[in-house]
Structure formats: structure tokens, C-alpha cells
């Protein structure tokens, strides 16, 4: 058989091997263990360099800053070796929390997306939960919610009761409800607090998001899928103490809930909050460096399921001094993987495959996301190539993303994306290609023909 593509190098699997991969009609077709021996329209050599499935990120914000966008996000990720993403729902100005807005973003996606693109589906405060099973059969990736308020009609705090019927309801259409667990109660009154005596240095920013913010939210959260006996997933864990209450639970009583943290918890601290301030503000906040370094030797130990990068980049005003005045939010799909090979891979703290489990298997298992997350014969030809002794320095140009505003400018990093392919075709070797050929991932609800209702 003659490929359309044969790409060359040490092929990630369930193991590390010298060999080819032959990609015809957007698939993978053939494996081999030796090189030479395919014909393809294309060859490209990556000898010494990895080439691992396409890299998921299910938690990205395309349009929390509108001036992004999905041109802007999917771009940016395929520079960082991500080849399907998952797009949060509080857009401005409207949230995803109805099926006509939900419809109209997946045409953009197929219109303007690089990458592939799975969509999160919201709800309104208070009502709509009759939304969730017709984004569920549309293929809404799953439902987000949170139990915080940041904006009343972007981004509610959801009432407990109407978190018990999402729940119930996505059971039933057949996805994961995920949760931003932060303690509105706890954090809003630090806030006042700390404002009313005027202490509004970065530092606060984590003190004012303590962590049994997070874990109190938590608990909450997983005592409803108890009872409802749903499954949930939740977002940007940054305490290891949170990790230890999701596991006891699960242990103790069978619970279906898995979590991930970002890359930011397990490379920044405090210390980098004090430093630069506004530009190393997230939520919930960067943690101290013992908890830091307690959540890090979890992700080691395989205790944490997947890392995404939790995407939401703004342009700061870095004269502002009054840390509760600055967004909240950090730029992470043009360098989350740069940034954690160079981390965790060079200095030997994860295995080849640990890595590719965590950026990819893991993820597309999660969610029910086919043909993709494993290079196997008959899988989407979803591949990124990294040179693991490629040394490059990471400026403010090393960006697709509206913001290039980061902790990490100016470092050294080990490990580069090379190359990124989507089902076949190269869209990143060094440069973008203009080939918006991204398309729309259906969650496992969708059902075919909800895309022929008026």
C-alpha cells in the first residue's frame, strides 16, 4: 500500500519504539517496528525525536476574552502540540447554556478551528436545566458548572438543587457533569475583608482563596453524585489535601469522579504570585511551595488522572497594584507542553508514557472520545512530534495566543513541538499552516439525528 504520509521515530504507545506509522484517509493504517519499509506521498523523517498521539486539553477558554477566540486558541494550540480541545461554555458576551447558542458555536468551530474542537455545554441560574439533554444529544462534551459566581448570567453559582438535577439529567443523557469547586461563602467574605483593611498585594489573591475553599466545594460536590449516582469531573484541583478527600471517597464509597489539575500548580507557587503578580493570577490561586511540591509527588505517583492547562489568556495592565482589580487567568496552550517535557521528562521525574497518559490517553477515555488519545491502527493520524534535546529559549514572539504574558518568558526549556499533524496533515512544523481544518468532537450523548432537527 502506498500512504498518504509515513512519519518516522520513536512511537509512543503502551511502550517507546524506532518505527514508522503509514496514514491514509486521516488514519492511522500501519505500525511498524522498523524503518524503510513504507511508501508514502510524504516521508517525514523524526529520527530521535517522539512522536506521541496528539495531545487533548479539555479545559480551554476560547472566549472568556472575546479578543481570542477560536482562530486565536486552536492556532496556539496546535504550536503547543495539542490537536483537540475542549472549550469551556461562559463566553462573552452569552454563556453556551442553550441549545440555538450551542448549535451556532459548533458551525464556528467547523468554520474557523485549526484543531478539533469538543464542546462544554452550561445552564442558566435558577432554570434550563431542560438544555442539557438536547446539548447532550447535539454531543456536548459534557455539562460545566460552578459553585462560585463570577458573573451572574456568564458564569452563576449554581444552586444546589438545580445541581442535583443536572446531574440526574446528564446521568441520563449519558455525560460527566464538571465542577469549578471554589466556596463562594469563604472567598467573597476574605475579599471584603481583606479590601476593607486595604491589603491588596498579590499575595492576598491566595489568601483570600483559602484552601478548604476548594475542598469544602469539593466535598459538597461529590456527596451529591453519591446520591445521584452520576458521574462528575472536577477542574484546576490545586491542593493536595482536595486529592486526598476525592480518593477516601471514591475508596470508600465507589463514587464516579475523576479530577485534574493544571500545569500551573505544579510549576509555580507563592513565590511566583509575589513576584510577578497580576500575570501569575488563577483561579483558585497558585498554592505554597510545600503544597506544591506535596501535589507534584501525587501527579509522580499516577494519583492525578489528567493535566490540562485551563487556557484563559488576558493582557494585563502590569502598573496595577491592587491584585483583586487584575482578571484572573493564565495563557497555557502555546507552552504547557514545552513546559512540562522540560519538567518533568528531562529531569526524569515521569516516564515517556506517563506523560502521553496523562496530555492524552487518560483524557480521551474519560470523556468517550473515539479514535483518538492512542496511536493504534484505525485511530485519527493525530500526532505531535517533540526533539527532547532541541534547547530553546521561550520569549514573548513564542506565541499564537492574544496574550504572551508569562511566568516562564525567558527560560531556558529542553524539548520542542516539531511537528503537529491532524489526521494526517501537518498543520505545525515551526510555523502555522493555513489549514483551518479543525473539527467539531462529539461527546458520547450525541445522537445523529438531533443534527436534522430545525
Request: charged content about 25%; glycine content about 8%.
Amino acid at each position: 500500500m502506498k500512504f498518504d504520509s509515513v512519519i518516522s521515530g520513536k512511537i509512543v504507545t503502551d511502550k517507546v519504539f524506532e518505527g514508522e506509522i503509514g496514514v491514509k484517509n486521516g488514519k492511522i493504517m500501519a505500525i511498524k517496528d522498523e524503518s524503510g519499509s513504507m511508501n508514502g506521498e510524504k516521508y517525514y523523517d523524526c529520527e530521535g525525536q517522539y512522536i506521541f498521539p496528539g495531545f487533548i486539553d479539555s479545559h480551554v477558554h476560547c472566549f472568556s476574552n472575546p479578543d481570542e477566540g477560536i482562530e486565536k486558541t486552536t492556532k496556539a494550540a496546535a504550536h503547543g502540540g495539542i490537536t483537540t480541545i475542549f472549550d469551556m461554555p461562559y463566553d462573552r458576551p452569552y454563556p453556551i447554556n442553550h441549545i440555538d447558542l450551542f448549535k451556532q458555536k459548533t458551525e464556528q468551530v467547523n468554520k474557523y478551528a485549526y484543531v478539533d474542537m469538543g464542546l462544554w455545554g452550561t445552564i442558566a441560574k435558577c432554570k434550563g436545566t431542560e438544555q442539557i439533554t438536547k446539548m447532550a444529544e447535539y454531543g456536548a462534551i459534557g455539562i460545566k458548572l460552578s459553585t462560585f459566581e463570577t458573573d451572574v448570567e456568564r458564569f452563576p453559582r449554581i444552586p444546589d438543587i438545580q445541581i442535583k438535577q443536572a446531574m440526574e439529567l446528564a446521568k441520563n443523557a449519558g455525560i460527566l457533569v464538571a465542577f469549578h469547586a471554589e466556596s463562594e461563602e469563604i472567598i467573597k467574605s476574605k475579599i471584603s475583608e481583606f479590601k476593607e483593611k486595604g491589603l491588596t498585594k498579590a499575595i492576598y489573591h491566595n489568601l483570600s482563596r483559602p484552601p478548604e475553599s476548594e475542598s469544602l466545594a469539593v466535598i459538597k460536590l461529590i456527596e451529591l453524585a453519591y446520591w445521584t449516582n452520576s458521574k462528575i469531573h472536577l477542574v484546576h484541583i490545586s491542593h493536595p489535601h482536595t486529592v486526598e478527600l476525592i480518593e477516601s471517597f471514591r475508596k470508600a464509597y465507589n463514587v464516579d469522579v475523576t479530577f485534574e489539575t493544571c500545569y500551573q500548580y505544579t510549576t509555580l507557587s507563592t513565590e511566583d504570585l509575589k513576584k510577578y503578580g497580576s500575570i501569575a493570577k488563577c483561579n483558585p490561586p497558585l498554592r505554597t511551595p510545600d503544597e506544591v511540591k506535596c501535589l507534584t509527588n501525587q501527579v509522580l505517583n499516577n494519583r492525578i488522572e489528567f493535566i490540562t492547562s485551563d487556557h484563559a489568556p488576558w493582557v494585563k495592565d502590569l502598573n496595577e497594584t491592587n491584585i483583586f482589580n487584575s482578571p484572573s487567568g493564565l495563557t497555557g496552550l502555546d507552552i504547557m507542553i514545552p513546559v512540562m517535557f522540560d519538567r518533568f521528562i528531562n529531569k526524569g521525574l515521569l516516564s515517556i508514557i506517563q506523560f502521553k497518559n496523562m496530555f492524552s490517553t487518560n483524557i480521551a477515555r474519560r470523556f468517550g472520545i473515539k479514535n483518538k488519545g492512542i496511536i493504534k491502527e484505525g485511530y485519527d493520524a493525530d500526532l505531535t512530534v517533540i526533539d527532547p534535546k532541541k534547547t530553546w529559549q521561550l520569549d514573548e514572539t513564542c506565541y499564537e495566543s492574544i496574550s504572551n504574558q508569562s511566568v516562564f518568558n525567558g527560560e531556558f526549556l529542553q524539548g520542542k513541538v516539531t511537528k503537529t499533524f491532524l489526521r494526517g496533515t501537518l498543520i505545525y512544523d515551526g510555523e502555522i499552516k493555513n489549514k483551518k481544518m479543525g473539527q467539531y468532537i462529539k461527546g458520547p450523548g450525541f445522537k445523529e439525528e438531533m443534527l436534522f432537527e430545525n
